[in-house]
């Protein structure tokens, strides 16, 4: 049975490099909660191709009874070829593109930030950049990716057409687009709203309802716009001209790839998908490393758990009302990258890469 004030935490692993990262995060909570008295319970949950083979679902009921009964959820990844053997229904009921939207995650928060340790470290110091920190907010719960109508048909000529939509409502723009301007104004009071507005109907609108909200609720934000195709250019070119950038779902999923490299991998930013507040300001709540399943390397014990460490202390700061631990946290990596630890993904030539579980215990001795 719970105490009163303990919060629960739902931990998945999920597929290919998924667990062996979460296992790393997961020493990292058992760390605080032992040490610092954070008062948290965790689950661990079967998600993906092992529980299908087991139950015959992807999510399985006891993992939506976890997630149901959780403050936060610890996700790792999902993916990969060898998942080709879950039939595509139950991977479309059980995708983690649905069980976003399911929980209503529309804000997904990726900070790009570089460490120090990385970017005075040859060859890293070719790309990774000096004082970059800013946070992409990826609309999360609707565009492209869930549009209808969408699929594939087969035309009277033979051939066949795929198509998509890409949809949004004034409201799904706005709530997201308040949550990047209510970030903004918590950082250096700058927000860059991303779109395609010059060819696209769904940009047009996404342009018009920012612009309205900045007046109506925002003057005090210094707000500008871009085209994406500029944005991914302007990412690789002055990543620090950047502090909060808000954009939608497919345009935030090409983005933050792009701009890990400022960062050095990555396998080193952690994410965090927001719900709507309820009237204790409470929010569902998902943490997840941004990279996927990376099928190339599973199962080596050579993948980079740090973009799992560190959505740890999103949650900390986030979720779990501790923002001296998460700052405790992010200070332990940079310790940790300090003192030397690389993973491959990370590592100078010459220099041996320290395994996922090493890189774990070098969070933890920092
Ligand atoms: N940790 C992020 C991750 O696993 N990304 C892969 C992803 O989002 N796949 C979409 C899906 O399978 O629904």
């Known amino acids: ?64 009874a976890a997630i149901e009964g959780a403050d936060a959820i610890l996700f790792g990844a999902t993916g990969g070829p060898e998942t080709a053997e879950v039939p595509p229904e139950a991977r479309r009921e059980g995708s983690l593109l649905k069980l976003r939207r399911s929980l209503d995650l529309y804000a997904n928060l990726r900070p790009i930030v570089t460490d120090p340790a990385l970017y005075d470290s040859a060859p890293l110091k070719e790309r990774v950049l000096n004082g970059v920190d800013f946070v992409i907010v990826r609309e999360l719960s609707s565009g492209i990716y ?24 004034s409201e799904e723009i706005r709530r997201v687009a308040r949550f990047a301007f209510e ?11 991303v779109d395609k507005a010059n ?19 925002f003057p005090d934000i210094k ?14 070119r002055a990543p620090s001209q950047f502090d909060v950038m808000v ?10 790839d792009c701009a890990a490299m400022a960062a050095g991998s990555l396998g080193m930013l952690p994410s965090a998908s927001l719900g709507p507040a309820d009237a204790q300001g409470r929010r569902t709540a998902l943490y997840e490393p941004v990279h996927g399943s990376a099928p190339d390397i599973a199962g080596r014990g050579i993948a980079n758990p740090l973009g799992s460490i560190l959505s740890v202390a999103m949650m900390l700061r986030l979720t779990l009302g501790r923002p001296d631990d998460a700052i405790l946290l992010e200070r332990a990596v940079g310790d940790a990258l300090a003192h030397g630890a690389r993973t491959a993904d990370i590592a100078e030539p010459g220099r041996a890469p320290v395994s996922t579980a090493a890189m774990g215990d070098a969070v933890l001795a920092s």
């Not at 970030?183 to 927000?191: E, F, K, P, Q």
Request: glycine share 10%; proline share 4%; charged share 25%.
């Open 223 to 236: 707000l500008s716009h871009m085209y994406v195709d500029n944005a991914a250019m302007q990412i690789v």
């Open 199 to 217: 060819v696209m109907e769904a940009s047009v609108l996404w342009r018009e309802e920012v612009i309205a909200l900045h007046a109506d609720e």
């Open 1 to 64: 049975m719970s105490g009163t004030n303990m919060m629960r935490v739902a931990v998945i692993g999920g597929e290919g490099i998924g667990p062996e990262v979460t296992a790393q995060a997961s020493r990292v909570l058992a760390w605080f909660s032992e040490r610092r008295r954070l008062p948290v319970e965790v689950a661990e949950a079967e998600f993906g191709l092992e529980a299908y083979r087991r139950t015959g679902k992807v999510i399985p009921p006891e993992t939506r």
């Open 183 to 193: 970030l903004a104004r918590s950082r250096r009071g700058r927000l860059c709203s």
């Open 146 to 169: 869930f549009g209808e109508p969408r699929g594939i048909e087969s035309r009277p000529d033979g051939s066949r057409r795929g198509f998509n939509t890409n949809s949004y409502t």
């Open 247 to 256: 954009t939608d779902n497919i345009f935030g999923d090409i983005l933050s």
